[in-house]
């Protein structure tokens, strides 16, 4: 039988949406050899890794409606402009340094799934992958969304989330053996793009060009015999695409509540086609 990989993307709070995913596959009856992720995956991944039964995903559920959840993404616009005034980032990371070492093991050999996690070095503007040593740094590396949290010093060279370069590592999971894929991604991968008509909606949509192209070339180069199944994020709201959806938490159950609708029938389907 062939390595199962997950493979979990990015995308701050909507990284809730990878919950529902998670869940499908659990009652599904898949469970993976293998789990690679980056950006808010990061955090998804490790848990699952750290326990891969189904109940890992009751544990997510309260590890994202957790209080220090909101101390993440939820402060006052104020305090985090105050914030970005003088430094770099618009949040804190002690929140979710503290939130995680509760959570997760001291080291990646400690967890029960293998697990690579990926970032990005700043030094030498390269794609980085974690997958010994300590595990909570490289949860933070990989999460260290640019302009929302601090790049994280690991000996020396400062590293940030992964998914700017590499949104959704479906390529990684191939390199390392992976025969079956199943991405869990939280963007809308189908809809359609329109020029941006705000400010803000040029970075947000320049970004989102870059991901989908890169996806859409991975997923091009996929050799025979290595399937890849990207799981459905369900019914969407127009809150999701704000830019500052990601401190949304109060949609959490909403969204993970689709996400699990989607993809537990996507995997019927695949399991039972229609005739």
């Keep these: 039988m062939g390595c199962t990989a997950f493979v979990l993307g ?13 869940r499908a596959l659990a009652r599904a009856g898949i469970a993976p050899d293998l789990i690679v992720a980056t950006s808010i995956g990061a955090i998804n991944g490790a848990m699952v890794a750290a326990d891969p039964t189904p109940t890992v ?11 220090e959840m909101g101390e993440v993404y939820g402060e006052s616009i104020p305090r ?50 974690f997958s010994t040593g300590p595990l909570l740094p490289a949860v933070m590396a990989a999460a260290a969304v640019p302009g929302l949290l601090p790049p994280v010093d690991l000996d020396g060279e400062h590293y940030v989330d992964g998914g ?3 949104s959704l590592p479906i390529a990684q999971a191939v390199e390392l053996g992976a025969q079956d894929i199943y991405a869990l991604h939280v963007g809308r991968l189908d809809k359609r793009l329109s020029p941006p008509q705000r400010p803000w909606e040029v970075a947000q949509t320049a970004m989102e060009i870059g991901r989908r192209a890169r996806l859409a070339r991975d997923l091009a180069s996929v050799p025979e015999g290595v399937s890849v199944h990207v799981l459905p994020v369900g019914e969407g709201n127009d809150r999701d695409d704000n830019p500052w959806a990601y401190r949304d938490a109060a949609g ?18 695949l399991r039972n086609p229609p005739r």
């Design 10 to 22: 990015g995308g701050g709070v909507l990284g809730a949406v990878e919950v529902g995913m998670l």
């Design 57 to 67: 995903t009751d544990q997510l559920v309260r590890l994202w409606a957790a209080p």
């Design 80 to 129: 985090q402009l105050r914030r970005f005034a003088t430094r770099t980032h618009l949040h804190s990371p002690l929140p979710l340094r503290r939130l995680l070492e509760k959570a997760l093991p001291g080291k990646f050999g400690e967890l029960r799934v293998p697990l690579h996690l990926g970032a990005v070095s700043i030094e030498r503007a390269a794609e980085s992958w």
């Design 164 to 166: 700017i370069v590499n």
């Design 252 to 269: 959490l159950r909403r969204r993970v509540s689709a996400a699990y609708a989607a993809s537990r029938d996507y995997l019927a389907e």
